[in-house]
């Protein structure tokens, strides 16, 4: 059974950065693949970034200007933690942020393609 918990979340004004990490426990953590979604009130969870299991691929949602160039993902497989460097922070990017983890079929955008989550760290970005 493979454990994440998030944190880094908090409040902070828009242009601001904030670094979510997602750290797990209770695996192999250097097999599984992770993902970082987000939540806002009343939407759907909505695909923000991707790494694969060695830290070599990375995927990031293809909503115009809504994370690329914004957003980083990246993993210390020693320190069993995957990051999400989040620059130049908007009120929209508000939402609980989510990290998951993938042990087989992997499906890097889908919420359904991956096996664990974690409880969530909530960013809000005032304007």
């Known amino acids: 059974q493979v454990q994440l918990v998030e944190s880094g979340g908090g409040l902070v004004q828009a242009g601001g950065s904030l670094r979510l990490s997602c750290a797990a426990s209770?695996?192999?953590?250097?097999?599984?693949?992770v993902g970082w979604f987000r939540q806002a009130p009343g939407k759907e969870r909505e695909f923000v970034a991707a790494i694969n299991y060695r830290g070599g691929i990375t995927y990031y949602s293809d909503y115009a200007d809504f994370v690329k160039g914004r957003f980083t993902i990246s993993r210390d497989n020693a320190k069993n933690t995957v990051y999400l460097q989040m620059n130049s922070l908007k009120p929209e990017d508000t939402a609980v942020y989510y990290c998951s983890a993938a042990t087989t079929g992997w499906g890097p955008r889908r919420v359904s393609g991956y096996d664990y989550w974690g409880q969530g760290t909530q960013v809000t970005v005032s304007s």
């Open positions: 209770g695996g192999t953590f250097s097999r599984y693949s």
